[in-house]
């Protein structure tokens, strides 16, 4: 059985184009716990609720999907601050809307307020939700 895990983080669409061009992962604000969490062979996808951060218009989709590359997170400087990050593989791949996949998932799945399920900024994903996530986006459904 492996031991890796999938998660997924929640960022606007702007800062998962930001992250895939410098191929990175950034999260809770730049804190380190989430990224400390994860480890090279993980799977992350990123769930942006926004076009814009940080009140862009709705977009309810799923922007990217990679791995967790080797290394360990740093820290890096974004306007005075000290921002945690890691490195992540990204894949090649389209967005794919949250709406037709409510029932599929296991993290929406009967759930009215399915948006919560992505407050927290990284979560854990089931393996089953990587793996649908990924025919979605990498595979073309």
């Given at each position: 059985m492996s031991d890796e895990n999938d998660w997924v983080v929640t960022a606007s669409a702007d800062h998962a184009?930001?992250?895939?061009?410098?191929?990175?992962?950034?999260?809770?604000?730049?804190?380190?716990?989430?990224?400390?969490?994860?480890?090279?062979?993980?799977?992350?996808?990123?769930y942006s609720p926004r076009t814009t951060f940080p009140d862009g218009p709705a977009l309810q989709a799923f922007t990217l999907i990679g791995r967790v590359a080797e290394g360990a997170p740093w820290q890096h400087e974004i306007g005075g601050h000290q921002m945690w990050r890691r490195r992540v593989i990204w894949q090649s791949g389209r967005i794919a809307l949250i709406r037709p996949?409510?029932?599929?998932?296991?993290?929406?799945?009967?759930?009215?307020?399915w948006g919560m399920a992505f407050r927290y900024g990284v979560t854990k994903l089931a393996r089953s939700d990587y793996a649908r996530l990924a025919r979605e986006m990498v595979e073309g459904g």
């Open positions: 184009a930001r992250g895939k061009a410098e191929s990175i992962v950034q999260a809770s604000h730049g804190k380190d716990f989430a990224l400390r969490r994860m480890k090279p062979g993980d799977g992350v996808v990123i996949l409510l029932e599929d998932l296991q993290i929406t799945r009967g759930l009215l307020s």
